[in-house]
């Protein structure tokens, strides 16, 4: 028999066998063994207490016990990493942003996964715009003000992210480029720590969302100039966007999603996505994302994937005009 054929009939004979445990763990799923849903993000951030949440949730309504495991560092691709090699088989989730799934794959080179290849959308969970955020401590009330006042520091100044590649670090290397000002980039751990910088003058901006920062602006330890997206943020009214200010195309914001490895079956897929809805439409959870300036991604698997893709798009060409790249 020739060795291809031969190929083939293992090939075909390892799904026949495979099929009936497969079926038998999806019945049982999640049963004694724990979830684990890898959350990319610093302990306390708002993702990571949406994720601790939703995973309170998920324990309730399918029993067993899912556990959030913060995989931190290399811009959220550490943990997405340990997730595409993961088993397809329902015991590893994943809670991440487009920072990992979209913005650092294009922007970081020799990564070991495929965002596209290697996981399966299983819900959209919630999206919001950033915010040019100042050290409040800089003379500066508007963006024109504090374009003037870095472009007149020849030394430049210090802009945070919260890791190479981020959403907001391409936001702010974008803006930068515009403005036509000197920047010496510090990246952070997490939006916390980067947050806390600003404030205390040891960075001077960074592009960020009302869910890390909102606090400290009311505290009068930030200051929030203006932002991302087609309309001013709901919580923050007088802050214009940077369209308004004179910085079209600004329109791109961040978002979550749930995510499993590829291969995971559809049964699993369905059942955790129709769960998911349910956490997000619950009043708690509506009331805290309102606070925070963000909105659901409620939907099928499928408004996910193709929210997903079309924000790759747009990334791509930002990546093309910033020209960061990362070997």
Request: proline content about 7%; hydrophobic content about 45%.
């Amino acid at each position: 028999m020739a060795e291809p054929a031969m190929r083939r009939r293992a090939l075909i004979a390892g799904f026949t066998l495979a099929a009936p445990a497969l079926a038998r763990a999806q019945a049982d799923w999640p049963g004694s063994r724990p979830v684990r849903i890898i959350q990319p993000s610093q302990a306390g951030s708002p993702a990571d207490v949406y994720c601790r949440l939703m995973a309170e949730h998920f324990t309730r309504a399918f029993g067993g016990t899912f556990v959030v495991e913060n995989r931190v560092g290399g811009t959220g691709t550490i943990g997405t990493a340990a997730v595409a090699q993961a088993p397809a088989d329902g015991w590893t989730l994943m809670f991440t942003s487009n920072t990992s799934h979209v913005v650092a794959p294009l922007v970081l080179r020799g990564l070991p996964y495929d965002p596209v290849r290697d996981f399966v959308a299983i819900a959209g969970l919630y999206h919001y715009p950033m915010l040019l955020i100042i050290n409040p401590a800089i003379p500066a009330k508007t963006t024109a003000e504090f374009v003037a006042w870095a472009k007149a520091r020849p030394q430049g100044v210090n802009m945070a992210s919260v890791g190479i590649g981020s959403v907001g670090h391409m936001m702010a290397e974008r803006f930068h480029l515009r403005a036509g000002f000197r920047r010496e980039h510090i990246p952070y751990r997490g939006g916390p720590s980067a947050i806390l910088a600003v404030s205390q003058g040891e960075s001077d901006y960074i592009f960020d969302n009302i869910g890390n920062s909102g606090a400290f602006m009311r505290e009068g330890r930030l200051r929030g100039l203006s932002a991302t997206g087609r309309s001013r943020p709901r919580q923050m009214p007088e802050v214009p966007t940077l369209a308004e200010v004179g910085y079209p195309g600004f329109v791109e914001d961040v978002w979550f999603g749930l995510w499993g490895a590829a291969g995971l079956p559809r049964g699993f897929v369905e059942k955790i996505n129709a769960e998911a809805n349910r956490w997000l439409a619950s009043p708690d959870i509506g009331r805290r994302m309102d606070e925070a300036g963000h909105a659901n991604l409620a939907g099928p698997p499928q408004k996910m994937h193709d929210y997903w893709m079309e924000d790759r798009r747009n990334w791509q060409e930002i990546v093309r005009e910033t020209g960061v790249t990362v070997e």
